[in-house]
């Protein structure tokens, strides 16, 4: 058995500071995206976004027409992905505190990718799973973060170890923060990373592991976390 004594970061009903920094970075990207969208139009009008935004019965508009169409869609679609996930911020507040994660993978064999993980893990929000294939990357994080990005109280220890230290520090990161694997533009679960980046990030945020085996076909890991989390 294992022991971690890093302290539990405490439940916050309100991420403010994940959200003031989301939101400065999503406006920060649509800035640019409209600036470089200005400054190179006919780049621009060759890429993906410009014909997807656009009819074509609007591409025969003036530049300028056309210019204030798009920033209007972008402006829209940047501002949606601000309220999505201001609302997933809410959500993964008000999920039960973690207290256990339970995981379990069998390993499958196919004639085409040879062993691909089937991961099952039990959390205090219920029972989900998350497959991988392929080759090329580390499938068992990918299968495992599947899962894991599922539950939102698995959600919550990150969210929470990461509104902690932004609170702390404006300027910290996700990496510093909470682990290798913790996420980019918002907090998640990455997969690809290797199993041991998820351990890193239970451990980070005061994971106890009780159980850790690994068979032919198998492998399964029982951590929990201490009542500080309640």
Known sequence: MANNKSKMAKNYADYKAIKKQY????KRQERELLKDMRQHWDAFRSCWRYREMLTEKQKTKTKKEQQALITAKIKKEFSKRIADFLNECDQIAKAQPLTHIYIS???VRSQTWGMNPHAEIITDDGCFSGRASGC????????????????????KLIYNKYEQALRKDPKATK????????????????GGVGFSSHD???RNCG????????????????????STNK
């Open 136 to 155: 090329g990357y580390d499938k068992l994080s990918a299968a495992t973060a599947q899962a894991l990005n599922q539950s939102k109280s698995a959600l």
């Open 175 to 190: 990496r510093d923060a909470v682990g290798y694997g913790s996420g980019y533009s918002k907090p998640y679960y990455e």
């Open 23 to 26: 939101t400065q970075d999503t």
């Open 207 to 226: 994971a106890i592991v009780h159980e850790w085996h690994e068979g032919k076909a198998w492998d399964s890991m029982r951590y929990t976390f201490p």
């Open 200 to 202: 890193s990030i239970f």
């Open 105 to 107: 993978v069998d390993w």
